[in-house]
Nanobody, 115 residues
Framework: QVQLVESGGGLVQAGGSRRLSCAASGSIFSIYHMGWYRQAPGNQRELVATITRTFTTNYADSVKGRFTISRDNAKNTVYLQMNSLKHEDTATYYC?????????WGQGTQVTVSL
């Protein structure tokens, strides 16, 4: 099994930047790809960005050009660099790992962007 621990959330002003980290442990060799999702109150959880083993990335249209997902295989960590943050980026951000057993989720980290 895979365990995920997110960090880096907090309060940031609109236009600012924040970097989220997701440390993976356990059966990390089984991970196909990893990603970040977010969920705002009253909304469904939505894709933010994903990255494969071969570093292919995919982004939601709403974050393209502002967010960057990356991974450090030596540290078993995935990052989400968020720039030019908007109030509508406010949400709980969840790290995700997709393995043969299905999806594994972290506990989530709150990002609040003030106006």
């Amino acid at each position: 099994q895979v365990q995920l621990v997110e960090s880096g959330g907090g309060l940031v002003q609109a236009g600012g930047s924040r970097r989220l980290s997701c440390a993976a442990s356990g059966s990390i060799f089984s991970i196909y790809h990893m990603g970040w999702y977010r969920q705002a109150p009253g909304n469904q959880r939505e894709l933010v960005a994903t990255i494969t083993r071969t570093f292919t990335t995919n982004y939601a249209d709403s974050v393209k050009g502002r967010f960057t997902i990356s991974r450090d295989n030596a540290k078993n960590t995935v990052y989400l660099q968020m720039n030019s943050l908007k109030h509508e980026d406010t949400a709980t951000y969840y790290c995700n790992a997709f393995t043969p057993l299905g999806d594994t989720w972290g506990q989530g980290t709150q990002v609040t962007v003030s106006l």
